[in-house]
T-cell receptor
């Protein structure tokens, strides 16, 4: 049973460029969330997708956008990259929308983005 | 903001039990306590969660006080591979959507040989 998979694992971009990160959720999961983790900090919630729509959003600018496909996979896009966008970007998946007996969220290994 | 308070760091001797405390004095009756850990440069790994009863799985035990204002994660026989940052998170039980996790700074556990 494959867990959450992300690609690429590492990438370097230049300030002002755009980047797309990809995520495949754990088998059976239909909800995908994205988190940003700066060096030395805990992960910060960016947004969540369910049924191909953005359902919740954290405190991130519109430069951060996403998409969810019919097969539940997801992309995170960041436009006009800033040096401060350098971070580990984590994808997390879960099943369903209601937290019943504890709807566990599982994380991928992340994509390291360096902006130079 | 995170609703939990954890010590920034702890040490534990290899083979001994590691007891990681967490304060969540403002927890609501419909909120779970979740524990995740993050080994250097990897994604967070789910460990265990509970509502009000003690829980145990193959990785750890979770002890929640009767008033639910604090909890302790117990790794019964810590190994060097348990060295990681451990996050204690409270998360609502029922929601119209899947509530995101709010991470604090966690506890950096160092297991020493």
């Amino acid at each position: 049973d494959a867990g959450v998979t992300q690609s690429p694992t590492h990438l370097i971009k230049t300030r002002g460029q755009q980047v797309t990160l990809r995520c495949s959720p754990k088998s059976g999961h239909d909800t995908v969330s994205w988190y940003q983790q700066a060096l030395g900090q805990g992960p910060q919630f960016i947004f969540q997708y369910y049924e191909e729509e953005e359902r919740q959003r954290g405190n991130f600018p519109d430069r951060f956008s996403g998409h969810q496909f019919p097969n539940y996979s997801s992309e995170l896009n960041v436009n006009a990259l800033l040096l401060g966008d350098s971070a580990l970007y984590l994808c997390a998946s879960s099943h369903g929308q209601r937290v019943l007996s504890g709807n566990t969220i599982y994380f991928g290994e992340g994509s390291w983005l360096t902006v130079v | 903001d995170a609703k939990t308070t954890q010590p920034p760091s702890m040490d534990c001797a290899e083979g001994r039990a590691a007891n990681l405390p967490c304060n969540h004095s403002t927890i609501s009756g419909n909120e779970y306590v979740y524990w995740y850990r993050q080994i250097h440069s990897q994604g967070p790994q789910y460990i265990i969660h509970g509502l009000k009863n003690n829980e145990t799985n193959e990785m750890a035990s979770l002890i929640i006080t009767e008033d639910r204002k604090s909890s302790t994660l117990i790794l019964p026989h810590a190994t060097l591979r348990d060295t990681a940052v451990y996050y204690c998170i409270v998360r609502v039980r029922y929601d119209s959507g899947n509530t995101p996790l709010v991470f604090g700074k966690g506890t950096r556990l160092s297991v020493i040989a």
